[in-house]
């Protein structure tokens, strides 16, 4: 990168690597994106509701995000598999991977499997992958579906629990619950809001207002 552009790179090692770099990332998450898009789409579906003032705002988030799980539960009721859709799309697409790699054992624990010019070591009983792929997204990537198919296991059981319809249906279990209107809302007089208080600015007040700069000035005199 710093042959490319060395104000990028001298600005990027001032992160962590493990904020940006997949070598370092915790495989805690199972989720191995690097972009902002999660932050980047909530403000745009959020836009127009940003332009009221904040109660109002507040009010219009509380009752899209209200809808939204609904939504959401409800479409995760009606898969057809125990795991969701994208997690079914990728695994489906790594087994086709799976299918031109080539696969040697030890043995013991150790595999190593050979895709196109790339190799990468498996240990079966650590569950530790080289490329790491399964590590940071929780799907068995390619050199691990062909390793389950070697040992006559199926692959899809490895698929992690939170891409389950169980764990989905334990984040939609919690419901935001309605809200009456602001006429029947309990006003609590000790935690009326004030506006701020002016601070004192050091120097002698101005007593004539600030005019625009193609404002004209008072005229004396007649016309």
């Keep these: ?33 690097i972009d902002n898009n999660f932050t980047e789409s909530f403000n745009s ?20 995000v209200m809808n939204m799980l ?5 479409e995760v009721k009606s898969w057809k598999n125990v795991f969701s859709l994208r997690a079914m799309h990728l695994f489906d697409d790594y087994k086709v991977i799976a299918q ?11 595999y190593e499997v050979t895709e196109g010019v790339d190799k990468h070591t498996i240990n079966i009983d650590l569950k530790r992958w080289s490329c790491r792929v399964w590590d940071l997204s929780g799907i068995p990537c390619p050199h691990a579906i062909k390793v389950f198919t070697h040992k006559k296991v199926d692959p899809i059981a490895e698929i992690h629990w939170w891409y389950s319809m169980d764990a989905y249906l334990k984040v939609y279990k919690q419901k935001i619950k309605p809200v009456r209107g602001e006429n029947f809302w309990k006003i609590e007089t000790h935690h009326a809001m004030e506006p701020p208080s002016l601070p004192k600015m050091a120097g002698r007040p101005k007593m004539n207002r600030t005019r625009e700069k193609d404002e004209a000035k008072n005229r004396q005199g007649a016309w």
């Design 100 to 110: 031109r790699c080539k696969v040697e054992f030890n043995g013991g624990c150790g």
């Design 70 to 74: 609904r939504k959401h539960e409800a």
């Design 1 to 33: 990168m710093g042959e490319l552009n060395k104000k990028a790179a001298k600005a990027l090692v001032r992160y962590l690597p493990e904020k940006w770099c997949r070598a370092y990332f915790d495989a805690k998450c199972k989720n191995f994106m």
């Design 45 to 64: 579906w959020i836009v127009e509701a940003r332009q009221n003032p904040i109660i109002k705002m507040l009010e219009e988030i509380r009752v899209k």
